[in-house]
Nanobody, 122 residues
Framework: QVQLVESGGGLVQAGGSLRLSCAAS????????LAWFRQAPGKEREFVAA????????HYADSVKGRFTISRDNAKNTVYLQMNSLKPEDTAVYYC???????????????WGQGTQVTVSS
């Protein structure tokens, strides 16, 4: 099992940028599909982005497409989420998640981090 620890959250003004990191431990990281989800207060957790084990396939929610970029460095056991042009509606707790098979990219994650808070002020 891969243990996941997120970092990089914080407070930023609308239009600004943040980069989230998710450090993983465990021998299966390089063969795992990694993803970011988020949960805003009073709302259900939603998919943000996913990346395949080698980084060759990525998938994004429509709400973040063109603004967010997911990437991974298997040598460092880390997955990143670069967030640009942030909006107040991006405010949420962001979670890192992992699983084995890439498809379907939005579902069936069985391993979660503890989350990091992102707050975007208007």
């Amino acid at each position: 099992q891969v243990q996941l620890v997120e970092s990089g959250g914080g407070l930023v003004q609308a239009g600004g940028s943040l980069r989230l990191s998710c450090a993983a431990s465990g021998r299966t990281f390089s063969s795992s599909t990694l993803a970011w989800f988020r949960q805003a207060p009073g709302k259900e957790r939603e998919f943000v982005a996913a990346i395949s084990w080698g980084g060759g396939m990525t998938h994004y929610a429509d709400s973040v497409k063109g603004r967010f970029t997911i990437s991974r460095d298997n040598a460092k056991n880390t997955v990143y989420l670069q967030m640009n042009s942030l909006k107040p509606e991006d405010t949420a707790v962001y979670y890192c998640a992992s699983k084995g098979t890439y498809y379907p990219p939005r579902d069936r994650y069985n391993n979660w981090g503890q989350g990091t808070q992102v707050t975007v002020s208007s």
